[in-house]
T-cell receptor, first 113, second 114 residues
Framework: KNQVEQSPQSLIILEGKNCTLQCNYTVSPFSNLRWYKQDTGRGPVSLTIMTFSENTKSNGRYTATLDADTKQSSLHITASQLSDSASYICVVSVLTGANNLFFGTGTRLTVIP | EAQVTQNPRYLITVTGKKLTVTCSQNMNHEYMSWYRQDPGLGLRQIYYSMNVEVTDKGDVPEGYKVSRKEKRNFPLILESPSPNQTSLYFC?????????????FGPGTRLTVL
């Protein structure tokens, strides 16, 4: 069964600290994996995409990793800011099928001063 | 500005009163989709459309209808809303979904059914 699981469900960190969010998937055949950021009351926005051949990709203070063998991805946030407070959603797509997106339930990150 | 718009943004209604939530995109995207988002359940797909006049059920289609008469519009229709349809709804669009393309989400519609 195609599934995407994220952990932790929620996380509270102090401003300036680093954190890592996890995404494990059983989706197959794998096409790519995206991390979305969803600010409260707004729609999700893509942060980064990981394809099968990519291990690491950075977007400013956000660094995503992918281990296609263990089917795990992580999103590392460096030097967190209050504006990083949001939900982070992992979305995995498969190569086959007309509708091929599988969503994680997200991690709710709160950065406190 | 490239965007997905939804209307209304907030709606409070009563059980059984038909309503329509509109969705429009200006990016000439083929693929459009509706999601509902509930606490602890994440985004769940209601319906999607691969192109004009092509729609199909997602994971939670019961109680909803859609239509795709034009490429830019993809309205969500609740013929007889019930309280369990109280939720936050998002419309999204992308180039053909078959390549795992980035989805562009609208701002959301918060629906309360009393």
């Amino acid at each position: 069964k195609n599934q995407v699981e994220q952990s932790p469900q929620s996380l509270i960190i102090l401003e300036g600290k680093n954190c890592t969010l996890q995404c494990n998937y059983t989706v197959s055949p794998f096409s790519n994996l995206r991390w979305y950021k969803q600010d409260t009351g707004r729609g999700p926005v893509s942060l980064t995409i990981m394809t099968f051949s990519e291990n690491t990709k950075s977007n400013g203070r956000y660094t995503a990793t992918l281990d296609a063998d263990t089917k795990q991805s992580s999103l590392h946030i460096t030097a967190s800011q209050l504006s990083d407070s949001a939900s982070y959603i992992c979305v995995v797509s498969v190569l086959t099928g007309a509708n091929n997106l599988f969503f994680g339930t997200g991690t709710r990150l709160t950065v406190i001063p | 500005e490239a965007q997905v718009t939804q209307n209304p943004r907030y709606l409070i209604t009563v059980t059984g009163k038909k309503l329509t939530v509109t969705c429009s995109q200006n990016m000439n995207h083929e693929y459009m989709s509706w999601y509902r988002q509930d606490p602890g359940l994440g985004l769940r797909q209601i319906y999607y459309s691969m192109n004009v006049e092509v729609t199909d059920k997602g994971d939670v289609p019961e109680g909803y209808k859609v239509s795709r008469k034009e490429k830019r519009n993809f309205p969500l229709i609740l013929e007889s809303p019930s309280p369990n349809q109280t939720s936050l709804y998002f419309c999204a669009s992308s180039p053909p979904a078959g390549h795992g393309n980035e989805q562009f989400f609208g701002p959301g519609t918060r629906l309360t059914v009393l």
